[in-house]
């Protein structure tokens, strides 16, 4: 079916790189950057021009498109989804991909910062790439494979069901997020307005990947006021909130329940920011576990390194305020077998063995999942995220897009 077709999933992807949209996890405003927009607007333009008569970019961001159905067939819609935002965690601001063509399975000395070298030792998954064209940033910034090159493959398979009527499929929705990064991705998302019953998030990584399970995540706050006066007469009287908020940190497990000690299924605590002054500091922790249940024991066992801290400084006072943040979408996934089934399903039919895999993190798809919206994530080839040493296949894109028009033959197919 794609023997002859010319994939156009990298010249997008190449295109939609340079255009930053980086989101901010401390802005109040949705989306939390103006500038994702930007890539809105080119994602709306090239949907009507493929014609797709009904796309729209909203107020909040979203990108909604709908490609219809072209069978007499009762077919549930689902919906294709990918984030535009890149990570804060390193600059997106001028973004040069460099195709490596026919990738020679050596070391890859990124050109604009020599000591950035990505080396198949380090990069496991890299070594399997020998022969293909991988992508990957200049070496001063990120790439924004995650989750662009989701985005890609997404308008690659729209313009190819568009162009090739004769593959029968029921009514397909497009969603493009913002601010997933940020973990507010669908916070202003009209479920209504979607208007879909299963979902694919394309936003993983190796080919073949197919996670159905993520992390439980919770934020934790907490907040000391201490006792501010004059450094020259303090003696007895000044107790520094930025002294009790270190010795929380200090407290910690220093050889487990940490994302730098633990694998698979372990959860963990970890303390993302900390700041303030002597009178008042605080300390913000993103809490992690497969199993929804154990949160609230990290939770409880944080709170006691917090009370254990305070008995030192009576005057000293805190809170600790705990916000939901996404929960394991496996709890909904095996409600809907079929939702991963037919993705499997379809990866074989593109020739990719699918692999079961588990999310250390969470996607949009962990809390449309639990909006009513059943939503597995699906291999798009970005590796080594939110770093200068990210990359991706050529190849791996390529069968991606195939994935995603395969699922839709699968799902009219079984309707």
Request: proline fraction near 5%; hydrophobic fraction near 40%.
């Amino acid at each position: 079916m794609f023997t002859n077709y010319k994939y156009t999933v990298t010249e997008r992807f190449l295109r939609y790189v340079q255009i930053d949209t980086q989101s901010d996890p401390l802005s109040t405003t949705f989306p939390s950057t103006a500038k994702q927009k930007d890539l809105g607007r080119l994602l709306l333009q090239e949907l009507l021009s493929m014609g797709v008569t009904d796309a729209e970019l909203d107020e909040h961001g979203y990108i909604y498109a709908t490609i219809p159905a072209n069978t007499d067939k009762e077919v549930p819609v689902i919906c294709f989804c990918s984030h535009m935002d890149t990570s804060s965690d390193c600059s997106g601001t001028n973004v040069k991909p460099i195709i490596h063509q026919k990738y020679d399975g050596g070391d890859i000395i990124l050109p604009d910062d020599p000591l950035q070298v990505i080396r198949p030792a380090e990069h496991p998954y890299l070594q399997l790439k020998k022969g293909e064209d991988i992508i990957t940033a200049s070496g001063a910034t990120l790439l924004g494979a995650d989750d662009k090159a989701g985005v890609a493959a997404i308008m690659d398979a729209a313009h190819f069901l568009l162009q090739h009527p004769e593959i029968k499929h029921g009514v397909i929705r497009i969603l493009f997020t913002p601010d997933e990064e940020t973990g507010r991705g669908v916070e202003k998302l009209d479920m209504q307005k979607l208007n879909a019953q299963y979902g694919y998030t394309l936003d993983g990584g190796e080919r073949g990947s197919l996670e159905d399970e993520t992390f439980s995540a919770d934020a934790v706050k907490i907040t000391i006021h201490g006792v501010g006066i004059h450094p020259g007469t303090a003696k007895d009287k000044l107790v520094s909130a930025i002294k009790v908020a270190s010795e929380i940190v200090a407290a910690l497990p220093p050889n487990g329940l940490s994302p730098e000690t633990t694998e698979n299924r372990q959860g963990f605590i970890h303390p993302v920011r900390i700041q303030g002054v002597v009178e008042k500091a605080e300390i913000d922790f993103i809490i992690r576990d497969f199993v929804t249940a154990e949160l609230a024991s990290h939770e409880a066992f944080l709170r006691s390194i917090m009370d254990n801290v305070l008995i030192r400084y009576p005057q000293a006072t805190a809170t600790f305020q705990v916000t939901e943040q996404y929960r394991n979408m496996k709890e909904v996934l095996d409600q809907h077998p079929q939702v991963c089934e037919y993705a499997a399903d379809a990866m074989r039919r593109a020739g990719v063995e699918p692999l079961k895999m588990i999310i250390r993190g969470g996607t949009d798809g962990s809390r449309l999942s639990f909006m009513g919206l059943p939503c597995p994530n699906i291999f798009t080839g970005e590796m080594a995220l939110h770093s200068k040493q990210e990359y991706v296949s050529i190849q791996d894109m390529q069968k991606a897009v195939e994935t995603i028009v395969y699922l839709a033959q699968v799902w009219e197919a079984s309707s």
